[in-house]
């Protein structure tokens, strides 16, 4: 199957599924967002690198901004930074560049706020990305790194099987999501507090009020015996 132009989704939108199907649906179905302190600190860093589009440096090309997109998938975004790395004129594994003479390695790089998060959801970002690339340049990308800026480090991504699949379903669910166009219910987690959301998920009311129906239905007192 592949999807046409106007069915594309955001690359980041898998981010936002893989943090919690709630949020990716106030901020894809219902349009919502707000800025906290983390968001804003990543923004910043996001302008800041994308300050100059092109760089070239000895044996390495890099993009920034660039544009990608996966028909097979169903997913458009963009590249904070992708390096092209020169291989040898015998290894013949790489892709070619427009005008330019050799084979070449793309290599995504995501530059992220903070630290490593403990789940996945930077993850299959960068691993979508790299499928992207494949689709669009017709070559194997087998690695990408994230760039996390409180340690100001790179952590290095494998783009295994595993995470390639996880990444595809992930994709695959996400335009299930919006097809059927309802936001699940709020359950409040700990990294909710993290949430530029919060105030308008408002998870800890909601799942209060769930604990109150069910006290009341324990203790069988119907709606109907609630006082206005």
Known sequence: MTFAEDDLLPISA????????????????????????????????????????????????????????????????????????????????????????????????????????????DIVQLCAQAICLEEMLGGSVGKGALYYGQPRRRLDVDFNPDLRLKTESLAVKLHELVKNKKTPPAKYEKKCEKCSLLARCLPRVTTGRKNVAAYLASAGVSSEDQEP
């Open 14 to 121: 898998l981010q936002h599924l893989e943090f919690c199907p709630r949020q990716c649906a106030l901020i894809h179905l219902e349009g919502l967002w707000d800025e906290n302190i983390l968001t804003a600190e990543g923004r910043l860093l996001h302008d800041k690198v994308h300050e100059r589009l092109t760089e070239s440096r000895s044996g390495v090309r890099i993009a920034r901004s660039l544009r990608l997109h996966s028909f097979r998938l169903g997913l458009v975004g963009q590249a904070d930074v992708v390096e092209f790395h020169r291989l040898p004129e015998t290894d013949t594994g790489g892709v070619r560049l427009e005008g330019i003479k050799g084979q070449w390695q793309p290599f995504p790089v995501e530059y992220k706020r903070g630290r490593p998060k403990a789940g996945d959801c």
